[in-house]
């Protein structure tokens, strides 16, 4: 199992441009979250998705849409790329653990976005 | 109001010693989860260990073990034995089970330095 990948990894902007991170998990998770963290921080909660076909908004929707795709694959946009949006964007499922006792956040690898 | 709260910026232990890490926490769900993950230079999130508000003992993982003081509202990380390979930052998160569709709200970490 890959557990969850994030596309891409790295990637450069410049202000007023826009794309697309792409998320996938393959442990049949039905939610699934999206992430930022600015440096020297904890992560914040941009937008989740409790089950397919639903998405909500989190701490720090501003500037950001959502796609629940289907039940593996949830992708972030950015419509119009400003400086604030450099971070480092983490994706994360939610399933049950090893263990089967908790419920456990699953994270990617991240994605290391610059907006110039 | 913060909900989770580490008051430690950074630390320093001695290669072998013991440290620990604080969060204290904010919530009025009486089922919640608390978490705390390791970020190492790389970047990635790497799950240490879990503790249930319901969970009857302090959980151990290994060499990290959670001191879990409920009344307190603090769930302090306990590092045994420190290795070189311990330096990393350190996120505590909380689970609000009854709100949150597993989401989870971090601090905003402690940068914890081994010394040889």
């Known amino acids: 199992n890959a557990g969850v990948t994030q596309t891409p990894k790295f990637q450069v902007l410049k202000t007023g441009q826009s794309m697309t991170l792409q998320c996938a998990q393959d442990?049949?998770?039905?939610?699934m979250y999206w992430y930022r963290q600015d440096p020297g921080m904890g992560l914040r909660l941009i937008y989740y998705?409790?089950?397919?076909?639903?998405?909500d908004k989190g701490e720090v929707p501003n500037g950001y849409n959502v796609s629940r795709l289907n039940k593996r694959e949830f992708s972030l946009r950015l419509e119009s790329a400003a400086p604030s949006q450099t971070s480092v964007y983490f994706c994360a499922s939610s399933g049950v653990s090893r263990t089967g006792t908790y419920n456990e956040q699953f994270f990617g690898p991240g994605t290391r976005l610059t907006v110039l | 109001a913060q909900k989770i709260t580490q008051t430690q910026p950074g630390m320093f232990v001695q290669e072998k010693e013991a440290v620990t890490l604080d969060c204290t926490y904010d919530t009025s769900d009486p089922s919640y989860g608390l978490f705390w993950y390791k970020q190492p230079s790389s970047g990635e999130m790497i799950f240490l260990i879990y503790q249930g508000s319901y969970d009857q003992q302090n959980a151990t993982e290994g060499r990290y073990s959670l001191n879990f003081q409920k009344a307190r509202k603090s769930a302090n990380l306990v590092i045994s034995a420190s290795q070189l390979g311990d330096s990393a930052m350190y996120f505590c998160?909380?689970?609000?089970?009854?709100?949150?569709?597993?989401?989870?709200?971090f601090g905003q970490g402690t940068i914890l330095t081994v010394h040889p």
């Open positions: 998705s409790a089950s397919e076909g639903t998405t």
């Open positions: 442990m049949n998770h039905n939610s």
């Open positions: 998160a909380m689970r609000e089970d009854l709100t949150s569709y597993g989401k989870l709200t």
